[in-house]
């Protein structure tokens, strides 16, 4: 399984000679502002005095480096940060770098080194813990350390399980478990976890919110489930709130108050989060993935024919009861602009077509225009047709949003999407804003005849199951390291040109 972000996002590749095999350099981001950016010298050149070692190629969500003992894997879990010299003291100075390259091929540890004056590598400084092992370390270390008596602690949560009626099918697969067996997650469950940590504390979470649910009483918020639930812990990780999820059938920020927001989708997807696994092509209505977990994230199967973005939630779960779509399409929640996880969802299943509903106003045609520039991918409107703006009631909005909106549509009818820049030229002239559930009804009694017309008319199996473009593969030429950094300084200039 292929993560869907890597620690690459967002910097650019360092032209530093002498690594390792396996292992690319990247800059350290500089904050300016509140923002990041790339680390320049007073000519606005690049400057690289550190770069960070990760690697060079897709990393799975957590695959240790074989043969790593477990005293040094619980080391690099524990801390998001370690300094070199602490790292030199605990593994030895003669194994130190070996294990820290090891840890960067496997996506496990990000390496802060320095760069000499000749862009070769100098002295290591520290390592931080990778998004994807910072997701799941706080179960990892659980499993790492050591469990109580297995037998004693099957019969505390076959106890707590007694507590909810609909923890009934879980307690009968635990109890089948041969007494004396080490700790398993049941073959089944509906979890869908492999690890035991996450499996308990699932259990834990659901053994409690279920009864207080059925008491009237206000939702917990996801601190207040996890102090009540939890034994050693009040942090919920993301690969506890998929199987959680799972386990309870509903949507995490659903079933509880101040939850982290989610990716919401619902078609052809199997979907694993480190050690969880989800298949959106069952969810009800939809399955929801939390945000903070994308770094930790990937697909395992996807057999869509293309993917719908829709932007009104109310419109978004109407589409996700009509099983002809999503039986065929992938459903995504844009909740507004997409996230990052979102786009790197739609850019991990390229070539798949996109299609986007969204109102029909200035912001629902900008969404598509974002989408599609930042993924340089052109998407399919559906739902957006200026005939219906024209035939349809528009809401009532207050003259300093009709002015905005008629500026944003003017700016997009001269360089938005080239399929609605009529409609973006009548809003620019006569403002007006038509919201999905105005037209509910009659885009869904025509969309999966649209959608049928957009989706690709052959179809590859891709390895994981999603689909690429027939053709040939374009081959990636070397690029030579003193020609490598003439192009990263060649397009410094052109963009100060610019």
């Known amino acids: 399984m292929q993560l869907l972000l890597s620690e690459s996002e967002g910097r650019v590749r360092a032209p530093i000679g002498g690594l390792p095999s396996g292992v690319m350099a990247v800059t350290v981001p500089v904050r300016k502002g509140g923002q990041a950016r790339l680390p320049r010298d007073r000519h606005h050149r690049l400057r690289v005095d550190e770069v960070d070692l990760i690697a060079d190629g897709s ?19 524990e801390a998001g940060r370690r ?17 820290a390259i090891a840890l960067v091929r496997c996506g496990g540890v990000v390496l802060r080194c320095g760069a000499d004056d000749t862009l070769h590598l100098s002295q290591p400084v520290a390592w931080r813990r990778s998004h994807a092992w910072s997701m799941q370390h706080a179960d990892l270390l659980n499993d790492l350390r050591g469990r109580p008596d297995p037998d004693a602690l099957r019969s505390e949560m076959l106890s707590l399980m007694e507590q909810a009626d609909e923890l009934c099918r879980e307690r009968i697969l635990l109890a089948a478990c041969p007494p004396g067996s080490p700790l398993r997650v049941p073959r089944d469950s509906t979890t869908g976890s492999t690890a035991w940590s996450v499996y308990e504390n699932a259990i834990r979470a659901a ?25 050693n812990s009040k ?7 998929l199987a959680f999820s799972n386990l309870i059938a509903m949507s995490f920020d659903q079933a509880v108050s101040q939850a982290d927001s989610e990716i919401r989708i619902r078609g052809p997807l199997v979907w694993r989060l480190g050690r969880v696994a989800a298949d959106a092509g069952i969810a009800d209505p939809w399955i929801g993935v939390p945000a903070k977990g994308v770094h930790a994230a990937g697909i395992i199967r996807c057999i869509a024919n293309g993917i719908l973005i829709v932007e009104n939630s109310d419109t978004f779960e109407q589409v996700c009861k009509l099983t002809e779509i999503t039986r065929s399409w992938l459903c995504v929640w844009a909740k507004g602009y997409t996230s990052q996880g979102i786009l790197a969802l739609l850019s991990h299943l390229a070539p798949l077509p996109i299609a986007a509903w969204c ?10 225009d974002v989408v599609s520039r930042k993924l340089q991918r052109a998407i399919v409107p559906v739902g957006m047709d200026i005939d219906l703006w024209r035939s349809t009631p528009h809401r009532r909005q207050e003259a300093s949003q009709v002015a905005r909106d008629k500026a944003l549509a003017t700016k997009l009818a001269a360089q938005g999407p080239e399929s609605l820049r009529q409609l973006a030229s009548e809003i620019a002239m006569y403002g007006g804003s038509c919201e999905q559930e105005a037209i509910q009804d009659q885009v869904i009694q025509r969309l999966a005849p649209t959608l049928s017309a957009i989706a690709l008319p052959q179809r590859h199996a891709h390895p994981l199951g999603a689909y690429v473009k027939p053709q040939h593969p374009v081959p990636v030429s070397v690029v030579p390291k003193t020609a490598l950094t003439e192009a990263i300084l060649g397009r410094e200039r052109r963009n100060r040109a610019a």
């Open 83 to 99: 300094d070199w010299t602490t790292i030199e003291k605990f593994i030895g100075r003669e194994r130190a770098w070996e294990v």
């Open 235 to 241: 942090d919920w990780t993301p690969e506890r709130e």
């Open 359 to 368: 109102d029909l106003d200035a912001d629902g045609i900008n969404i598509i």
């Open 207 to 231: 053994a409690v919110w279920w009864p207080h649910r059925y008491s009237g009483k206000e939702p917990l918020t996801a601190k207040g489930l996890a102090a009540k639930a939890f034994r």
């Open 59 to 77: 990393t799975d969500a957590f695959d240790p480096p074989e043969g790593l003992p477990d005293r040094d894997l619980i080391f690099v879990l």
